[in-house]
C-alpha cells in the first residue's frame, strides 16, 4: 500500500499524552507516511467542562479519522491500553464495507492495540481492569490519578532507564474516571482487521490477563484479530519503537 495512502492515527492510554508516540511518529515520517498522535479530552482536568466520558473520547477520535478518510486516505488506528476502548468504540462506520456502501472514499483499514483489552459490548473499561491493575474504580471521584511519577515509570515504561521513567512518569496527569463506566456498544475489532500487542514485560496490566481476553475473542471467530507477543513493556512506543513500527507496519499493508 502506497506511504501517501496510508495515514497512522495514535490514542494514548489513560493518564498519557499523544506525545508518548513522538519517537514512532518520527520513524514513520522517515518512511515517508503522515502520522499524528492525539491527546483525549478525558486526560487532564478541564476547569471550563465536566469530566469527558469515554463516549466522548470515542466521538472525538472518530471525528478526527473522518477527516482524513474524507480526503481519500487510508487509516491504520493504534492505540495503547485505555485508548483500546475507545478506538473500538470510535471505528463504528469507519470500516472498509461501510465507507463504501455509504459511497464515501478512505476507510479504517486496521487497529493495532497495545497493552490493551478487546472489550466485549456492554461491558465497561472497569469491568476489564477491576482486580487486574492497581487502581480504585470505586471512589466517587471525578479524576483518578495514576501515583508519583517513580511509580507509573515503573509501571508504564519498565525498559527504560529510570531516569527516562521519572521524565515520562512526571508526564502523566489525573483521568476522568466517568471515562471507565461507559459500557462498550461497537465492538470494532469485529469488523475491522486488528492486531493486539501483548508485551511480556507488561507491570501495568498482566500478560496472563491480556492473553486470556484475546484468545477468548479469536476462539469465538468473528473478525480477523490476531496477536503479536513481544518482549516490550506496558507503553511499549518508547522503550521499543522500533519493534512497533515493524508490527504498524505489517497492518498498513
Known amino acids: 500500500m502506497s506511504s501517501a495512502l496510508t495515514t497512522f492515527v495514535f490514542v494514548p492510554g489513560a493518564f498519557c499524552p499523544g506525545s508518548y508516540y513522538h519517537k514512532v511518529i518520527a520513524k514513520l515520517e522517515a518512511l515517508g507516511y503522515e502520522a499524528v498522535a492525539l491527546d483525549l479530552p478525558s486526560v487532564g482536568p478541564k476547569p471550563e467542562s ?3 466520558t469515554g463516549y466522548e473520547d470515542a466521538s472525538y477520535v472518530n471525528s478526527k479519522v473522518t477527516e482524513l478518510l474524507n480526503q481519500g486516505k487510508n487509516v491504520v488506528l493504534g492505540a495503547n491500553s485505555y485508548g483500546g476502548f475507545v478506538v473500538t468504540e470510535a471505528s463504528k462506520g469507519l470500516s472498509k464495507a461501510e465507507r463504501e456502501a455509504a ?4 476507510a479504517l483499514i486496521h487497529l493495532v492495540l497495545m497493552g490493551s483489552f478487546l472489550t466485549p459490548v456492554g461491558k465497561t473499561v472497569k469491568d476489564m481492569l477491576t482486580g487486574h491493575i492497581p487502581l480504585d474504580f ?7 490519578d495514576s501515583g508519583p511519577a517513580e511509580i507509573a515509570g515503573y509501571a508504564f515504561f519498565g525498559s527504560l532507564p529510570q531516569e527516562d521513567q521519572m521524565i515520562y512518569g512526571g508526564q502523566t496527569k489525573p483521568h476522568s474516571a466517568a471515562s471507565f463506566r461507559d459500557p ?6 469485529e469488523h475491522i482487521p486488528t492486531t493486539v500487542v501483548i508485551g511480556e514485560l507488561d507491570r501495568a496490566y498482566s500478560p496472563k490477563v ?3 481476553n484475546v484468545d477468548a475473542v479469536i476462539a469465538k471467530g468473528v473478525g480477523q484479530v490476531k496477536k503479536v ?3 516490550v513493556d506496558h507503553i511499549p512506543m518508547l522503550a521499543h519503537p522500533d519493534e512497533i513500527v515493524s508490527v504498524l507496519l505489517g497492518a498498513a499493508t
Open 50 to 52: 465536566k469530566p469527558a
Open 103 to 106: 459511497g464515501k472514499p478512505g
Open 138 to 144: 470505586e471512589s466517587e471521584v471525578e479524576y483518578i
Open 184 to 189: 462498550l456498544t461497537h465492538a470494532g475489532y
Open 210 to 212: 491480556q492473553h486470556e
Open 229 to 231: 507477543v513481544l518482549p
